[in-house]
């Protein structure tokens, strides 16, 4: 299993990001697969998550920091999850993770930045 992200970047409050975790392994169309974050200082948040079987498999939920402003979603032929992050606020700082599953002890990739600033 591995899980690699990318997107993240500095951008102006108000700007708009979109995360990718391209993923080997497994499949991610019928995985749960979460978005984590980590703010300087700050234990790491669930941010969202997109289930992957049960009776959940294809909803998603997201905390409610960030509820209505960011989307996830898994692409089956690239095998990726994204983050799209809109109306960003400098308070959304901090290192995201892809988590495969719903714990960030699990899977996890290495992280990538994002700045809002």
Known sequence: VQ??????GLVQPGGSLKLSCTASGFPVVSSTMSWFRQAPGKGLERVSTIYGGGF???TS????????RFTISRDSAKNTAYLQLNSLKTDDTAMYYCVKGLNAG???GQGTQVTVS
């Open 61 to 68: 939920d997201y905390a409610n920091s960030v509820k209505g």
């Open 106 to 108: 699990d899977y996890r």
């Open 3 to 8: 899980l690699v992200e990318s997107g993240g």
């Open 56 to 58: 959940r498999a294809g």
